[in-house]
């Protein structure tokens, strides 16, 4: 009898079981929604900020530059387009040519729109041509955005040497955290990261649930407008299960 082996986990991992049980409370005990003033709401409320503590202190940032989305791909969109529309008078942005199709779209919408993009290749095994970065980060650079670990072929970037780069220049630099967090040390302060995208059901939590670290200071504008939740730049009622899950599967 033949039996299916799961192996796709840089794609999505299945849900940890200690995961499942750690969110099933707020399916039904704790249903409140975190912008009511009641006992449901605050309970709520009180553990999607346990959970903003929890992905702080993995990231050596603080708790309110956490900001909770409901994917990676809008965690990416959001550094983007949203750092862009904030700060207007810088138009050149530049990316990796292995980014996932979340941040070249990104790229490329914006592109349309009159920034300047550049893209900077790689070698063989994927690290990024660092003589090129160099020459490319100037006085009109707004931000640089390279990914972490790559999806497809698995190439660590070395985040900290970047940020050195960026913010030697005065220039901010996103990554894409997506397939490193929870598996790669990451330290926001020491790497110079600015922005930092991380995902939920890499990590063995649920679909659902993401983050997209902002340093306090930085200027951005949501892409998503409605009831100000996640200090106004990501309105939408918020995940609460999955915001726990993540929170979960990060300890585990």
């Known amino acids: 009898?033949?039996?299916?082996?799961?192996?796709?986990?840089?794609?999505?991992?299945?849900?940890?079981?200690?995961?499942?049980?750690?969110?099933?409370p707020y399916f039904g005990k704790y249903i409140g929604n975190t912008m009511s003033l009641h006992h449901q709401g605050t309970e709520a409320a009180r553990a999607v900020e346990k959970v903003r503590e929890i992905v702080a202190k993995a990231l050596n940032a603080v708790p309110d530059e956490i900001v909770f989305t409901g994917s990676a791909t809008e965690s990416n969109n959001l550094a983007l387009k949203g750092l862009a529309e904030a700060n207007p008078?810088?138009?050149?942005?530049?990316?990796?040519?292995?980014?996932?199709?979340?941040?070249?779209?990104?790229?490329?919408?914006?592109?349309?729109?009159?920034?300047k993009i550049v893209r900077i290749g790689v070698d063989k095994e994927g690290m990024i041509n660092w003589d090129n970065l160099k020459k490319e980060v100037d006085s009109d650079t707004l931000l640089v955005s390279i990914i972490h670990g790559n999806n497809e072929v698995g190439t660590i970037?070395?985040?900290?040497?970047?940020?050195?780069?960026?913010?030697?220049?005065?220039?901010?630099?996103?990554?894409?955290?997506?397939?490193?967090?929870?598996k790669e040390e990451i330290d926001v302060g020491v790497m110079k990261i600015d922005l930092l995208t991380a995902s939920s059901h890499k990590i063995y939590g649920p679909k659902g649930a993401a983050v997209l670290y902002v340093r306090n200071g930085i200027k951005i504008n949501p892409i998503l407008h409605g009831g100000g939740h996640e200090g106004g730049l990501r309105s939408s009622t918020v995940n609460v299960p999955a915001i726990v899950g993540m929170g979960k599967a990060e300890q585990c």
């Not at 970047?162 to 990554?175: A, R, W």
């Open 1 to 24: 009898m033949k039996q299916n082996v799961y192996l796709d986990y840089a794609a999505t991992t299945p849900v940890d079981p200690r995961v499942v049980k750690a969110m099933l």
């Open 89 to 115: 008078a810088k138009k050149k942005i530049i990316i990796s040519g292995i980014e996932h199709d979340c941040v070249e779209k990104s790229a490329r919408w914006l592109g349309l729109r009159g920034y």
């Open 157 to 182: 970037q070395d985040l900290k040497k970047i940020g050195e780069l960026c913010s030697k220049n005065g220039v901010y630099f996103h990554t894409d955290a997506s397939q490193s967090f929870g």
